[in-house]
């Protein structure tokens, strides 16, 4: 898949919501990836620690069309790591932490690269050194209020809570100021994906997107 690194920022911006395949088995990826996108959610990351993420990575490349799906690669922790999920195919890397060789790697290649941090200390550092989304983690712990924070003295920086962000409480987290949502369980549901029950996850995704729709 070619980049367009400042298109596919727009695209995750506009979207509003990364829809995150952790241990999805292989051979179901493009049809969960396929259920989100029907539900409006078209940025889609794999996590690296799933069973062949690089293949699934190509698979799903293979599979959409750019003007369909954005896809990228989650839960990077290494440089060598960022550039095999690159040539796979992925068009963004997220990572649980700051790591600067990674956002090195993603810049060389124009790939949106999107690090994990909590502290401004960690967003201020991340942001300077070429990241273009600031991954917030874990949000389930922060909360909102931490990203109405952060806002406040530091309102350019983009950032996208992930971790623990539901149908619950992904209102508040927007009206905070998130600038996007990462959602795995919340949106891919272990048993809907065991049963195939694919129509659930499209809904979930529709859920989801209408209700930032509605914040926004």
Same mark, same amino acid.
């Given at each position: 898949?070619?980049?367009?690194?400042?298109?596919?920022?727009?695209?995750?911006?506009?979207?509003?919501?990364?829809?995150?395949?952790?241990?999805?088995?292989a051979?179901?990826?493009?049809?969960?990836?396929?259920a989100? /996108?029907?539900g409006?959610v078209? /940025?889609i990351?794999?996590?690296a620690?799933t069973?062949?993420?690089?293949?699934?990575?190509?698979?799903l490349d $293979?599979?959409?069309d750019?003007s369909?799906?954005?896809?990228?690669?989650?839960?990077v922790?290494d440089?060598?790591?960022?550039g095999?999920?690159l040539?796979?195919g992925a068009s963004?890397? /997220?990572?649980p932490?700051f790591?600067?060789?990674? /956002?090195?790697?993603c810049n060389?290649y124009?790939?949106?690269?999107?690090?994990?941090?909590?502290?401004?200390?960690e967003a201020v550092?991340?942001y300077?050194?070429?990241?273009d989304?600031?991954?917030i983690?874990?949000?389930?712990?922060l909360?909102?209020g931490?990203i109405?924070?952060?806002?406040g003295?530091?309102?350019?920086?983009p950032?996208v809570?992930?971790?623990?962000?539901?149908?619950?409480?992904?209102?508040a987290?927007?009206?905070a100021?998130? $600038?996007a949502?990462?959602v795995g369980s919340?949106?891919?549901?272990?048993?809907?994906?065991?049963n195939?029950?694919y129509d659930?996850?499209?809904e979930?995704?529709e859920?989801?997107r209408?209700a930032?729709?509605?914040?926004?």
């Open positions: 898949m070619s980049r367009n690194r400042h298109a596919d920022l727009e695209r995750l911006f506009d979207t509003g919501i990364v829809g995150i395949l952790r241990g999805v088995p051979e179901q990826t493009v049809d969960v990836a396929q989100l /996108v029907d409006g078209d /940025v990351e794999v996590t620690d069973d062949g993420a690089l293949d699934t990575i190509a698979r $293979d599979a959409f750019r369909e799906a954005l896809v990228g690669a989650g839960t922790l440089a060598d790591t960022a095999a999920a040539r796979a963004f890397v /997220v990572t932490s790591d600067e060789e990674v /956002v090195r790697t060389r124009g790939a949106v690269v999107a690090p994990g941090v909590m502290t401004p200390t550092e991340a300077e050194a070429g990241a989304v600031l991954k983690f874990p949000a389930s712990t909360g909102p931490h109405r924070s952060l806002k003295p530091l309102e350019q920086l950032l809570p992930t971790g623990g962000v539901s149908l619950d409480n992904v209102e987290f927007v009206e100021g998130a $600038d949502v990462g919340g949106l891919v549901d272990g048993d809907a994906v065991a195939e029950e659930a996850l499209t979930r995704a859920a989801f209408t930032i729709e509605d914040v926004r």
